[in-house]
């Protein structure tokens, strides 16, 4: 199990990411329009500075709805690989069949 901390904080990433989505690519689509002025540009930056780091979709770390590990995960499942396999053995997977030769 991972550290509840780290997991909340990875969930209020997850819902200022949400929130801020729309004012970070509006004022991204102004940064990169090259036939915009140096001033609104500059503008732009200085207010998309001001957005909270934390909602940067980038910042959002992929972790198992489970056990909340934050590495080895299947981004198709949303699971870490242990508990796949826990879950593809007892058959609540569906179409996922262990393989063995």
Do not use: H
């Amino acid at each position: 199990m991972a550290k509840i901390s780290s997991v909340e904080r990875n969930k209020k990433r997850e819902k200022l990411a949400k929130r801020f989505a729309a004012k970070r690519a509006r004022l991204k689509a102004v940064i990169m329009d090259r036939e915009t002025g140096p001033e609104e540009r500059f503008e732009a930056a200085l207010k998309l500075a001001e957005v909270p780091r934390n909602s940067a979709k980038n910042r959002v770390r992929l972790r198992c709805e489970i056990t909340g590990r934050p590495r080895g995960n299947y981004r198709k499942f949303k699971v870490c690989r242990n508990k796949l396999r826990e879950l593809g053995n007892l058959g609540q997977i569906p179409g996922l069949v262990k393989s063995s030769w």
